[in-house]
């Protein structure tokens, strides 16, 4: 949807070069996949196909908005981050990366530090994230 491109777009104006977007078929990774600018190569893939174990093998993060893949710990290792948009996600990925030195940032970190972001714009001055992220691992 709208915020995975999002996302795909902020990263690749970071300076990622290379973004794939794994969805449940190829169609809806096509769809999903922003128009890259000059430099940058985006890669459609469905959840099946063989590319993506290759691809997973070669990342350096991944960015989770729903469940589509068991973690593999042949990929995994100290060099990848691990970034969950959504609640509710399978804790095997992060707990098989965080047992091979990976880095992980949970949902609620990542939902704690936008909220934050938006009500700083609002009100001119610092947001506890500390306090909002308690109120997300808070939350049902």
């Given at each position: 949807?709208p915020?995975?491109?999002?996302?795909?777009?902020?990263?690749?104006?970071?300076?990622?070069?290379?973004?794939?977007?794994?969805?449940?078929?190829?169609?809806?990774?096509?769809?999903?996949?922003?128009?890259?600018?000059?430099?940058?190569?985006?890669?459609?893939?469905a959840?099946?196909?063989?590319?993506?174990?290759?691809?997973?093998?070669?990342?350096?993060?991944?960015?989770?908005?729903?469940?589509?893949?068991?973690?593999?710990?042949?990929?995994?290792g100290?060099?990848l981050?691990?970034?969950?948009l959504?609640?509710?996600?399978?804790?095997g990925?992060?707990?098989?990366?965080?047992?091979?030195?990976?880095t992980?940032?949970?949902?609620s970190?990542?939902?704690?530090?936008?909220?934050?972001?938006?009500?700083?714009?609002?009100?001119?001055?610092?947001v506890?994230?500390?306090?909002?992220?308690?109120?997300?691992?808070?939350?049902?």
């Amino acid at each position: 949807g709208p915020g995975t491109r999002a996302v795909l777009r902020e990263l690749v104006a970071a300076g990622a070069s290379e973004a794939a977007l794994i969805a449940r078929d190829a169609p809806a990774a096509e769809r999903g996949l922003p128009m890259m600018p000059a430099g940058a190569h985006g890669r459609p893939l469905a959840a099946n196909d063989p590319r993506v174990a290759t691809v997973l093998a070669r990342c350096d993060l991944i960015v989770r908005s729903e469940d589509l893949l068991p973690p593999d710990g042949s990929w995994l290792g100290p060099h990848l981050t691990f970034v969950d948009l959504a609640s509710g996600l399978d804790a095997g990925w992060r707990l098989a990366g965080a047992d091979a030195g990976a880095t992980s940032v949970s949902w609620s970190d990542v939902e704690a530090h936008r909220v934050a972001a938006g009500l700083r714009s609002v009100v001119g001055g610092e947001v506890d994230v500390a306090a909002l992220h308690e109120t997300f691992l808070a939350a049902p």
